[in-house]
Nanobody, 124 residues
Framework: QVQLVESGGGLVQAGGSLRLSCAAS????????MGWFRQAPGKEREFVAA????????YYADSVKGRFTISRDNAKNTVYLQMNSLKPEDTAVYYC?????????????????WGQGTQVTVSS
């Protein structure tokens, strides 16, 4: 079992930046591919970004490509999501998730563990 806790959310103006963190406990994060997802009110949870367990491969949704960067520090058991040039449509609860599979998944049902989420609100 791995427990995930997100932090770093908040209220920011359009064009601003935030860095989300996802801290793991229970098991070393280096065993897992990691993903970030988000869910806006009334919408389904959607893929944002993912990173392989080595950190060598990253994947992004088209809507955030070029603005968001996923990274990991396995020594600190933490994954990050740097979000720049934020837009009001980025407003959502952001979740991190862990997957123990071989390939890096981008679907919610492929992830094994989830955090509780952190709210990101971007004002116009």
């Amino acid at each position: 079992q791995v427990q995930l806790v997100e932090s770093g959310g908040g209220l920011v103006q359009a064009g601003g930046s935030l860095r989300l963190s996802c801290a793991a406990s229970g098991r070393t994060l280096s065993m897992y591919n990691m993903g970030w997802f988000r869910q806006a009110p009334g919408k389904e949870r959607e893929f944002v970004a993912a990173i392989s367990w080595t950190g060598g491969n990253t994947y992004y949704a088209d809507s955030v490509k070029g603005r968001f960067t996923i990274s990991r520090d396995n020594a600190k058991n933490t994954v990050y999501l740097q979000m720049n040039s934020l837009k009001p449509e980025d407003t959502a609860v952001y979740y991190c998730a862990a997957d123990s599979g071989y390939s890096v998944p981008r679907r919610t049902d492929e992830y094994d563990y989830w955090g509780q989420g952190t709210q990101v609100t971007v004002s116009s």
